[in-house]
């Protein structure tokens, strides 16, 4: 669903308190707004690596491999935070070197707008909202995660 909210703590809690209704899936930023929320992401392609992981996960990476998204992943069993990018998914972080390395990512790194692109096609139906949202006309799945 598109969102458009400054992004907080309080406002990702909520939006992933169990029950909620936009629990499920995951949530996209573009600098410091939400912009999307039960977003359902490509899952990774099928190669065989990352097949011990469930789907929040192979989401995750999915999602990294087709855009040059920035893509937190927390697991909910486990606790642990871990980014994906261009289809590989890196170690636990804690929460400084998570920042660390957000920083680095996100406020450092020019992104390459080409992958974006070639991608949009292909993520469009996945991303898009239900039909007859009010806001499904207007899905831009580009955004960064
Ligand atoms: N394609 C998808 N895109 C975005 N989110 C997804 C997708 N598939 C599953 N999820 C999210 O992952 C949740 C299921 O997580 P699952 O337990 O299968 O994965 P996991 O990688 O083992 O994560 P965890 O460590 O949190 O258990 C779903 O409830 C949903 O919120």
Do not use: K
């Amino acid at each position: 669903m598109r969102l458009d909210a400054m992004v907080s703590v309080p406002f990702l809690e909520a939006l992933f308190a169990r029950n909620a209704p936009l629990h499920d899936g995951g949530v996209i930023l573009q600098s410091s707004r939400v912009v999307a929320a039960g977003c359902l992401f490509p899952l990774q392609s099928s190669d065989g690596t990352y097949r011990r992981y469930g789907t929040r996960h192979r989401a995750a990476i999915g999602l990294s491999e087709l855009t040059d998204a920035v893509v937190l992943v927390v697991s909910e069993e486990r606790g642990s935070m871990r980014i994906a990018l261009a289809g590989q998914l890196g170690p636990d972080l804690n929460g400084t070197e998570l920042r660390e390395q957000l920083r680095t990512l996100v406020y450092d790194r020019q992104v390459p707008v080409s992958r974006l692109d070639r991608i949009s096609d292909e993520a469009a139906p996945v991303m898009a909202p239900e039909p007859g949202s009010p806001t499904s006309t207007d899905a831009q799945p580009r955004e960064r995660a």
